[in-house]
């Protein structure tokens, strides 16, 4: 007696025999791969049947063309085991390109909350064959420029890279079997080095764009250089990168970072909204740069990855600093229990707090082993990310 569109489940076997799972009476979230397929608007056609319309075709007459592959682009972290995030979206910019389709929920200037699935939009291709959606699916993320927290995006270009994803070895246990040791989403030292140089030169050509004196002079002029011009950006291993320049003018660059020497020339830069869109020639290899810099730190998007950086001030702000011992919270959220008190003496790794954030409860934990100095949260607070909730006095210290 069931009439409105729906989405029917099967199981692949690894024999090949397809088994019924369950219907669910709405449309899935993968619709819109059956849709370019088939050239049918699936939720127009549910609208139909819901008004009490028949179908206007039959079976035999729909069509099946091609190959069309989703993906759904998630504010997750897949190297910390996939725990949702949370945050302001400062940059979201896919250009269009052939075959391309995208159902998007954010756009640059929103916020993914706490209180819904983290999903931020879904990406199709469509192609003649599979081999061809799979390109045209990993040109599209490689463009897309998703900045502000932490994405899936460069776990996904992994997968659509895998040798055994290009082979159609597909099962519910492949991250478990091509992943044992975890995912890597960190990005390389020559990485790091091209985001900082790209993040340099669009912020010396907004302040050389801005300026009103003599604006031909090349940045940095002096009559008698001593050194060159530098930006330097916060490693997780606590060094600095440093990036030194010295404008040569006609938009050449001497540029310097910690693996040696290159010679830059740039051949555009341009404002996009928020962005500068920045084309350099880096010892002879052009490439495009997106730089979208809020506050201290830099979001850089380009065909070689995705990347941000947090650049040192010249003058720190020392008592914004965490301190040591300091437990803070990893996004925003609400403490839901406390499980130990002021004065008590905690392991390393023990949970002092649980915060419930994206449907999911997590554990803050104390770095190390020592005595709790101050509880500066209780039970019910709601907090933002980075807040200061414990400090807990490292044990040497407390002894």
């Known amino acids: 007696g069931y009439t409105n569109a729906g989405t029917v489940e099967f199981i692949l076997s690894p024999e090949g025999e397809f088994f019924f799972i369950e219907m669910n009476t709405r449309l899935q979230v993968e619709h819109p791969v059956t849709e370019c397929i088939t050239g049918l608007d699936l939720v127009e056609q549910q609208i139909r049947v819901a008004e009490g319309r028949a179908l206007a075709f039959t079976q035999a007459e729909v069509p099946l063309v091609g190959h069309a592959l989703e993906v759904r682009i998630y504010a997750e972290d897949p190297a910390g085991g996939f725990l949702p995030q949370s945050g302001p979206v400062h940059d979201w910019h896919l250009p269009a390109m052939e075959g391309l389709r995208v159902d998007g929920g954010v756009t640059s200037g929103d916020v993914v909350g706490i209180h819904y699935d983290p999903m931020m939009a879904k990406i199709i291709t469509h192609g003649a064959d599979r081999e061809q959606s799979v390109r045209r699916m990993q040109r599209a993320l490689a463009q897309l420029s998703v900045q502000g927290l932490a994405t899936n995006r460069d776990f996904l270009l992994q997968l659509l890279a895998h040798p055994a994803f290009l082979a159609g070895d597909l099962h519910t246990h492949f991250i478990d079997q091509h992943f ?129 950086l947090d650049e040192v001030p010249r003058f720190p702000d020392l008592a914004a600093r965490v301190p040591v011992g300091g437990c803070v919270a990893p996004m925003p959220g609400k403490i839901i229990l406390v499980r130990v008190a002021a004065g008590e003496r905690v392991a390393a790794g023990q949970t002092l707090l649980v915060m419930e954030a994206m449907k999911m409860e997590h554990a803050v934990t104390a770095s190390a082993a020592g005595v709790v100095a101050e509880l500066y949260v209780a039970a019910g607070d709601q907090v933002e990310a980075d807040t200061l909730l414990a400090l807990v006095t490292p044990e040497e210290a407390a002894s």
């Open 180 to 308: 044992p040791d975890g995912i890597v989403t960190a990005p390389s030292d020559a990485l790091l080095e091209e985001a900082a140089l790209a993040a340099t030169l669009a912020a010396q050509a907004g302040r050389e764009g801005e300026r009103a004196v003599v604006p031909g002079i090349p940045s940095g002029f002096r009559n008698n250089r001593w050194g060159k011009e530098w930006a330097a950006y916060a490693q997780d291993s606590g060094a600095e990168l440093r990036v030194q320049y010295a404008h040569l003018g006609s938009g050449r660059f001497d540029v310097s970072v910690p693996s040696g020497a290159r010679d830059v020339r740039r051949v555009s830069a341009r404002r996009e909204g928020h962005a500068t869109v920045l084309t350099l020639e880096v010892d002879g290899l052009r490439r495009t740069y997106r730089v979208v810099q809020v506050g201290e730190r830099h979001f850089v998007q380009w065909s070689g990855g995705s990347v941000s």
